[in-house]
């Protein structure tokens, strides 16, 4: 197994633990307030130095995880709840639906996924259910777009031709050997697009749509320190820096997932 996907592998999996279980990793309180402390530098004591109101930014950082990680997952499960059943009913209807959902897509698709959130949630309101919703939303026609491909490509396959030879129904065909093997990439899509979840969320919380202070959350904890970045870079450095190596570990991951259903075998 190569190196990088090893590392990447390893980080998804403390991540996972510090979203199920964050007192492991960082027992103490993280809205713990000590203005004492406050833009105190990297230590043995605060690994990640304190913020501007003494919070510890290494307990920030791990308890901020599970409110991240759950967007990131909650939007990118929706956007596969919206997208993959609009995308098989493209790939299976009739020339006039297929014609309409793809058009539809477009429409959608033509809009980068950020700028679209941003306008839903502003529609919406801020909070973490409405950026969950925009998010979703927002990813779903990419999810979609590549479902419909991926039935298409199935329902002209040498063993589907065979099947409908041999007077099978189309209920059964479709049940049987176009669903089983087209939804196959559900894992890759899901994973490839975890990463661009979880950005999606912290920009928009960055910006002030997603969850509020004092709540720890990667995107916000950026909002709340970008004024003090001259004083004490750590702050903003360290939840940066859990952003950007959890959407690069669950890129490679996901490309990884990808390279391995590329030569599947349908059946």
């Not at 998804?12 to 000590?34: H, K, S, Y």
């Not at 308890?63 to 919206?82: D, N, P, Q, W, Y």
């Not at 030879?165 to 059964?172: A, D, E, G, Q």
């Not at 490839?192 to 995107?219: D, K, N, R, V, Y």
Request: no cysteine; hydrophobic share 50%.
């Amino acid at each position: 197994m190569p190196v990088g996907l090893t590392v990447a592998g390893v980080f998804l999996v403390l991540v996972v633990v510090a979203v199920a279980w964050p007192g492991l990793f960082a027992p103490t309180d993280p809205l713990r307030i000590d203005l004492t402390i406050a833009h105190s530098a990297p230590s043995l004591h605060h690994p990640f130095g304190t913020d501007q109101l003494g919070r510890d930014v290494w307990t920030r950082v791990v308890h901020g995880a599970r409110l991240s990680v759950f967007i990131g997952v909650s939007a990118t499960l929706l956007a596969v709840a919206v997208g993959v059943p609009l995308g098989l009913l493209a790939g299976l209807g009739n020339r006039g639906v297929d014609t309409v959902l793809s058009r539809f897509f477009d429409l959608i698709g033509a809009f980068p996924e950020i700028l679209l959130a941003l306008v839903l949630i502003t529609l919406t309101g801020t909070g973490t259910t409405n950026l969950i919703l925009a998010i979703g939303i927002a990813s779903s026609p990419r999810f979609a777009r590549v479902m419909r491909a991926e039935t298409r490509g199935v329902a002209g396959t040498g063993y589907v031709t065979h099947a409908r030879l041999t007077s099978r129904t189309h209920r059964h065909i479709v049940g049987r050997h176009i669903l089983p093997n087209a939804v196959t990439t559900l894992p890759v899509l899901i994973t490839l697009g975890l990463g661009t979840s979880i950005l999606g969320a912290a920009a928009l919380s960055f910006l002030g749509f997603g969850p509020q202070p004092p709540t720890p959350e990667w995107g916000s904890m950026l909002a709340e320190a970008r004024d003090d970045l001259r004083i004490a870079w750590w702050s903003v450095f360290f939840p940066g820096l859990a952003i950007t190596a959890t959407v690069i570990a669950s890129t490679v991951v996901g490309r990884a997932t990808a390279r391995r259903f590329e030569h599947r075998d349908p059946r």
